[in-house]
C-alpha cells in the first residue's frame, strides 16, 4: 500500500519560512518523481515543485527563488523550504507521485500554510 504523508505545515507572518516533509512508503522511493502541489481556498489545486529520481527540479514561476524541493532517498523523504512566504502562499499542500503502474496518481493527505500577520 503507498502511503504518503505531509508534515510541516502551520502558520507564519509574512517573510517568514517554513519547511515541509513528505514520508513515503510502499514504494521504491528512489524510483519516482515526486511532486508538491497546492491548492488555496476557492482555487484549483496547482503544481508547486518537481523533483526527479535523477534530483532534477523544476518550479512554479510563483515559487521560484524562494521555495527548494530536494529529497533524502535514504529517508524516503521529500522536502519543501518555503522561504518568503507571502499571504498568496496560504494553500493546503499536498505531496504527490504518479504510478505508472497504476496509470494513477497517490496524493498526501496534504498540510495547512497559512501565511498572515
Known amino acids: 500500500q503507498v502511503q504518503l504523508v505531509e508534515s510541516g505545515g502551520g502558520s507564519v507572518q509574512p517573510g517568514g519560512s517554513l519547511r515541509l516533509s513528505c514520508s513515503a512508503s510502499?514504494?521504491?522511493?528512489?524510483?519516482?518523481?515526486m511532486d508538491w502541489y497546492r491548492q488555496a481556498p476557492g482555487k484549483e489545486r496547482e503544481l508547486v515543485a518537481t523533483?526527479?529520481?535523477?534530483?532534477?527540479?523544476n518550479y512554479a514561476d510563483s515559487v521560484k527563488g524562494r521555495f527548494t524541493i530536494s529529497r533524502d532517498n535514504a529517508k524516503n523523504t521529500v522536502y519543501l523550504q518555503m522561504n518568503g512566504l507571502n499571504p498568496e502562499d496560504t494553500a493546503v499542500y499536498y505531496c504527490s507521485t504518479f504510478l505508472r503502474v497504476r496509470s494513477s496518481r497517490v496524493w498526501g493527505q496534504g498540510t495547512l500554510v497559512t501565511v498572515s500577520s
Open positions: 523533483i526527479t529520481s535523477g534530483g532534477g527540479t
Open positions: 510502499g514504494i521504491i522511493f528512489s524510483n519516482y518523481v
